[in-house]
T-cell receptor, first 111, second 119 residues
Framework: GIQVEQSPPDLILQEGANSTLRCNFS?????LQWFHQNPWGQLINLFY???GTKQNGRLSATTVATERYSLLYISSSQTTDSGVYFC?????????????FGQGTELSVKP | ETGVTQTPRHLVMGMTNKKSLKCEQH?????MYWYKQSAKKPLELMFV???????ENNSVPSRFSPECPNSSHLFLHLHTLQPEDSALYLC??????????????????FGEGSWLTVV
């Protein structure tokens, strides 16, 4: 089945710094989403981005479907950005009716 | 507020208890999911329901019993759990299940989760 790998696994930033999180996937996909899981456990939808680039405030995401990766950019990071960031994909040859999640990147932003 | 509501948010139960987790979605979606997330681990899919019918049981022990009376409500009945079942249980919904022909725009939304501790 498809492999979804996120890097780095952990990241510590000083407030105000910029960062790039990466999601590699091993097969073609129909659908890719980025999520932020806050310290209280809730998963918040950030982007639905099967291809192209989107921006939402200080966050932006780019998916290059032909090269099978997606990037999440966080600019001017804030302590509220702390948590775990997941990407999830819907493979073209999806036989399970479900999204496949990466292992996540745990981000800690220090004041 | 994602449109998916879970109750209770926190639950402590003994190994001989029977309890239930409840999930309700107000998004008009047809697919609903239960995920389990143990500490420092990725999400594990437990069950998928599509139009009230269970389409996937990801080898979940029978001490977890799902129920989907309609497309808006999903329950997870718990009985004789083990301490290792302590985890965050997340409910989610999407317009339809993933895979197949109609994939464009299908996005998944999660509830706030139910923190379960088995003592």
């Amino acid at each position: 089945g498809i492999q979804v790998e996120q890097s780095p696994p952990d990241l510590i930033l000083q407030e105000g710094a910029n960062s790039t999180l990466r999601c590699n996937f091993s097969d073609s996909v129909n659908n890719l989403q980025w999520f932020h899981q806050n310290p209280w456990g809730q998963l918040i939808n950030l982007f639905y981005i099967p291809s192209g680039t989107k921006q939402n405030g200080r966050l932006s995401a780019t998916t290059v479907a032909t090269e099978r990766y997606s990037l999440l950019y966080i600019s001017s990071s804030q302590t509220t950005d702390s948590g775990v960031y997941f990407c999830a994909v819907d493979p073209i040859y999806n036989q399970g009716g479900k999204l496949i999640f990466g292992q996540g990147t745990e981000l800690s932003v220090k004041p | 507020e994602t449109g998916v509501t879970q109750t209770p948010r926190h639950l402590v139960m003994g190994m001989t208890n029977k309890k239930s987790l409840k999930c309700e979605q107000h998004l008009g979606h047809n697919a609903m999911y239960w995920y389990k997330q143990s500490a420092k681990k990725p999400l594990e899919l437990m069950f998928v329901y599509n139009f009230k019918e269970q389409t996937e049981n990801n080898s979940v022990p029978s001490r977890f019993s799902p129920e989907c009376p309609n497309s808006s409500h999903l329950f997870l009945h718990l009985h004789t759990l083990q301490p290792e079942d302590s985890a965050l249980y997340l409910c989610a919904s999407s317009p339809r299940t993933f895979g197949g022909q109609l994939t464009s725009g299908n996005t998944i939304y999660f509830g706030e989760g139910s923190w379960l501790t088995v003592v």
